[in-house]
T-cell receptor, first 117, second 112 residues
Framework: GAVVSQHPSRVICKSGTSVKIECRSL??????MFWYRQFPKQSLMLMAT?????????EQGVEKDKFLINHASLTLSTLTVTSAHPEDSSFYIC?????????????FGPGTRLTVT | GESVGLHLPTLSVQEGDNSIINCAYS??????FIWYKQESGKGPQFIID?????DKRQGQRVTVLLNKTVKHLSLQIAATQPGDSAVYFC???????????FGTGTRLQVFP
């Protein structure tokens, strides 16, 4: 149980285009999902907290107009990287908290490798 | 031995030896700590967790030690195997927030 999927696993896009990444909780409901970014040989940095039915909360330094988050259902959150540039190339990872589980417990997706050319 | 690279410290151990990975956390209000294993190109995988009211917790081949006095966390892996090769992250959570804050990570390399 407690499986989180991400789609796509890899995406290559041209500079200036937008890319949407999906995060799904497959066997549980998640009122809260989190989006992280990870550059090579570095740790996971929290970008934003996504709450179902409300606006996402962004961490300091993360542009909300560039990284659009939508959490329209209890099993799906999407991250759209708008007008992507090469410096946005990174590994994007989502996690989901089981609404019925322990408040601290997060289940992580497999990540999405974004390459902007 | 242990070395510090540009971004990621590396611990090299021989197969069968015990590994100890250390982590210093920053927030004295943190009350829940987790160790994750991350293999190349994959998301973090839960290993073991510990609450602040404990100082030791054991799992299968793994033990987590918590020293709140010096804000230090360690992960001990017994009889390290090649499949243990990965990057290990500690993460902390405070009761005041629902966020996980990740440490810098340590790369574990296991040699035959």
């Amino acid at each position: 149980g407690a499986v989180v999927s991400q789609h796509p696993s890899r995406v290559i896009c041209k500079s200036g285009t937008s890319v949407k990444i999906e995060c799904r909780s497959l066997d549980f409901q998640a009122t809260t999902m989190f989006w992280y970014r990870q550059f090579p040989k570095q740790s996971l940095m929290l970008m934003a907290t996504s709450n179902e039915g409300s606006k996402a909360t962004y961490e300091q330094g993360v542009e909300k107009d560039k990284f659009l988050i939508n959490h329209a259902s209890l099993t799906l959150s999407t991250l759209t990287v708008t007008s992507a540039h090469p410096e946005d190339s990174s590994f994007y990872i989502c996690s989901a908290r089981d609404s019925s589980g322990r408040v601290y417990e997060q289940y992580f997706g497999p990540g999405t490798r974004l390459t902007v050319t | 031995g242990e070395s510090v690279g540009l971004h990621l410290p590396t611990l090299s151990v021989q197969e069968g030896d015990n590994s100890i990975i250390n982590c210093a956390y920053s927030n004295s209000a943190s009350d829940y700590f987790i160790w994750y294993k991350q293999e190349s190109g994959k998301g973090p995988q839960f290993i073991i967790d510990i609450r602040s009211n404990m100082d030791k917790r054991q799992g299968q081949r793994v033990t987590v030690l918590l020293n709140k006095t010096v804000k230090h966390l360690s992960l001990q892996i017994a009889a390290t195997q090649p499949g243990d090769s990965a990057v290990y992250f500690c993460a902390e959570n405070s009761a005041n927030t629902d966020k996980l804050i990740f440490g810098t990570g340590t790369r574990l390399q296991v040699f035959p």
